[in-house]
């Protein structure tokens, strides 16, 4: 018959199984087909889908939020896997032109990188940049560093393009204007919330002036994912956007107006404008 010291072994290895072996299995083999295509696509993988409606049924919201939330991320960090690979090989040219989470603007004679398809150099920007260092002449940076977590992810993320640019390089940089919005509100002026309608840039079935400032803060709609890069995390004023460059290594930072040479046009209203130098 087992002796007790001997089940008391068996039963703690099975449970250090169940606990700690299992879940570390399904995340590496998660992570294996993530890296070699885009199988955990559900829209492109019709296994992925099933699975998907599946834990859809059978988990909670909150919990099966949480299974799309570690699908996605498992499914990022093979793009990421792909595109550092891609980034190591590109042919980087001395005083290159980048634009940095370009979603789908792209400008003549810059490099294009961001996570979305069809971008020169496609990455994910919460992890370091395998680009060389010292390699730009000028970083143009519209309308995402607002999708990082301030201070960690943001401040790293400029620490990169400090890196990234050449002694006296520039970093030209917008984010969503903070105060504008806040002061409309304070004033009860209608401006931000008639701009908002006019370039749709928040839903339609917002109306009051606080639906409108929790989104500019947010963007989250409803059902929409924390992990999803379309949120919002951290809203600046240019103190707070100046304090993170300085913090980043520039050596100088400081408000500028909209330039129609490079800002996209549909920047021009409401953006705060931030130059930065290396
Ligand atoms: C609001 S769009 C801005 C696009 C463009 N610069 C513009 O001004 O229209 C934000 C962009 O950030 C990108 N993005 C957000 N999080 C990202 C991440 N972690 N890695 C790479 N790109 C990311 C999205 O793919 C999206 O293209």
Request: charged share 25%.
């Amino acid at each position: 018959m087992a002796k007790i010291p001997e089940l008391l072994a068996a039963w703690s290895s099975a449970f250090l199984r169940m606990v700690g072996l299992y879940p570390c299995v399904w995340l590496e083999f998660l992570y294996l087909v993530g890296s070699q295509s885009n199988l955990l696509s559900s829209t492109r993988n019709p296994t992925m889908a099933l699975i998907d409606r599946l834990a859809h049924r059978a988990l909670s919201k909150y919990a099966y939020n949480s299974w799309r939330e570690l699908r996605d991320e498992v499914s990022a960090m093979g793009v990421h896997r792909r595109g550092a690979k891609a980034a190591k090989n590109f042919a980087w040219k001395q005083g290159a032109k980048l634009n940095i989470g370009c979603g789908s603007v792209k400008n003549a004679g810059f490099v294009s990188v961001d996570f979305c398809p069809g971008v020169d150099v496609r990455l994910d920007l919460r992890k370091p940049m395998p680009i060389p260092d010292g390699i730009a002449s000028m970083i143009l940076c519209e309308h995402f560093l607002e999708h990082l977590r301030y201070p960690g992810q943001a401040g790293a993320f400029l620490k990169e393009c400090h890196r990234i640019l050449q002694p006296g390089g520039e970093l030209y940089i917008s984010v969503p204007d903070t105060r504008w919005p806040l002061e409309c509100y304070v004033k009860g002026d209608p401006e931000y919330v008639r701009q908002c309608e006019v370039h749709r840039w928040h839903p339609e079935w917002m109306d009051t002036e606080m639906e409108h400032i929790n989104y500019h803060f947010r963007q989250q709609d409803d059902g929409r994912l924390d992990g999803n890069f379309e949120c919002h995390r951290f809203a600046y004023d240019e103190k707070t956007l100046v304090k993170a460059l300085r913090g980043a290594g520039f050596a100088e930072a400081h408000g500028r107006s909209f330039d129609p040479a490079f800002d996209a046009p549909h920047r021009r209203v409401g953006s705060l404008f931030v130059k930065a130098v290396k």
